[in-house]
């Protein structure tokens, strides 16, 4: 099978990041032998998607893999659990621990993700936690994980799991419990290469 885009839900069939953005209505519709991955936004209409359950259950197992953003209420695919709030405090609640390597988040820092602000380009870590402001990557985790889950990334002092992938079939499903993974891909966070990694991990490279 060769690989030339992954599908991004949501769009108007443009090309951008090496994935074909398509309106996900259209998804059963265009998602045809030669995808090998979709990359679901976290707006993406859920009870929709749990309509598609068995086309998404089919194409996973299959081989396809399947990158989840955002906070799931909808089991729209098998081995999916509910976000959860996650109660938090302080920046310190929001940390990211890295629990496992994976090729996605290859070659990025934890702390990278913590701080969105205004300021344009490179900020050092030290200036970013004065005016920056915390929890854009995640406010919230998941439990009851699948049982060979690779656990990725942790929130805050509790250890609260909010990024995962799993296998499903032939297939796997990588699960971002936060705002889409595509925007914290940038040269101001030295993140550029996440965009990379992830295009990548849908079309089955996994170095």
């Not at 936004?41 to 998607?49: K, N």
């Not at 200036?127 to 854009?136: K, M, T, W």
């Not at 994980?145 to 995962?164: M, W």
Request: net charge neutral; aromatic share 10%; glycine share 12%.
């Amino acid at each position: 099978m060769t690989v030339l885009h992954a599908l991004m839900a949501l769009g108007r069939g443009q090309l951008i990041y090496g994935l074909r953005e398509v309106d996900v209505y259209a998804l059963p519709a265009v998602c045809d032998d030669s995808v090998t991955g979709v990359y679901l936004t976290g707006d993406v209409d859920q009870e929709y998607m749990l309509e598609q359950r068995p086309f998404l259950d089919s194409f996973v197992t299959g081989g396809g893999r399947v990158v989840v953003n955002g906070h799931v209420q909808r089991i729209f695919l098998d081995g999916l659990s509910r976000w959860r709030k996650l109660d938090f405090r302080n920046p310190r609640d929001l940390a990211l621990t890295r629990v496992n390597e994976h090729p996605v988040w290859a070659g990025t820092d934890p702390k990278s993700f913590l701080y969105n602000t205004g300021t344009p380009g490179p900020v050092p870590f030290e200036e970013l936690a004065r005016i920056g402001v915390a929890g854009f990557y995640g406010r919230g985790w998941y439990a009851d994980l699948p049982d060979d889950a690779r656990l990725v990334h942790t929130l805050g002092t509790i250890n609260a799991p909010i990024d995962y992938d799993y296998s499903l079939g032939a297939g796997r499903v990588l699960v971002h419990g936060g705002n889409d993974l595509l925007q914290f891909a940038t040269a101001a966070r030295g993140t550029q290469r996440l965009r990379t990694r992830l295009v990548r991990w849908l079309a089955g490279r996994d170095d």
